[in-house]
């Protein structure tokens, strides 16, 4: 079975500075999807940014990117410029091309520093 | 915006008791989901529905079940709460293709006493 790994419980960063979450995943797969998924204290899980599996750029939405590493099966999120907002609870994920199966990380705990 | 409700954001329920959760989407998604997370866990997946009356289990069905009778509407139902199964539960749904992202609930915090 796929699993996800998020090795950092918890990370912080200064605002307006850069920080790297990480996220490593196992299949045996060809065909799938990745995603970093952000939960705001209190408040619905949203989408940050998605990655396909077949596609070798790297994602990127606005001061979200992420390094896909698709030999090392490594998908981590670089937030640049960090803000307040960013303060949250962030979940990898992994979603396979072939069937119904969805994995997600331990998820790890961001906190911006003012 | 796709929206995703559930029936209650706090629930305190007592030990032996049935317990209904309900979620429902207003964006004619096929996938629903039903996720339990803890801390130090994740999302883990309960049931999973890609259309109407059709349902797989996830990971840790044990102990639940669920039910869909209206392609918007997602039900997890609890049959005989215990204390183990205090945790927030998170509803999501999603278009078909594996490709798509899911939308996901407030969550409901149950509590079994």
Not at chain 1, 98 to 113: C, E, P, Q, S
Not at chain 2, 36 to 48: K, V
Not at chain 2, 91 to 105: D, I, N, V, W
């Amino acid at each position: 079975a796929q699993t996800v790994t998020q090795s950092q419980p918890e990370m912080s960063v200064q605002e307006a500075e850069t920080v790297t979450l990480s996220c490593t995943y196992d299949t045996s797969e060809s065909d799938y999807y990745l995603f970093w998924y952000k939960q705001p204290p209190s408040r619905q899980m949203i989408l940050v940014i998605r990655q396909e599996a077949y596609k070798q750029q790297n994602a990127t939405e606005n001061r979200f990117s992420v390094n896909f590493q698709k030999a090392a099966k490594s998908f981590s999120l670089k937030i640049s410029d960090s803000q307040l907002g960013d303060a949250a609870m962030y979940f990898c994920a992994y979603r396979s091309g072939n069937n119904n199966d969805m994995r997600f990380g331990a998820g790890t705990r961001l906190t911006v520093k003012p | 915006d796709v929206k995703v409700t559930q029936s209650s954001r706090y629930l305190v329920k007592r030990t032996g008791e049935k317990v209904f959760l309900e979620c429902v989407q207003d964006m004619d998604h096929e996938n629903m989901f039903w996720y339990r997370q803890d801390p130090g866990l994740g999302l883990r997946l309960i049931y999973f529905s890609y259309d109407v009356k059709m349902k797989e289990k996830g990971d840790i069905p044990e102990g639940y079940s669920v039910s869909r009778e209206k392609k918007e509407r997602f039900s997890l139902i609890l049959e005989s709460a215990s204390t183990n199964q205090t945790s927030m539960y998170l509803c999501a749904s999603s278009l078909a293709r594996p490709s798509r992202e899911q939308y996901f609930g407030p969550g409901t915090r149950l509590t079994v006493t």
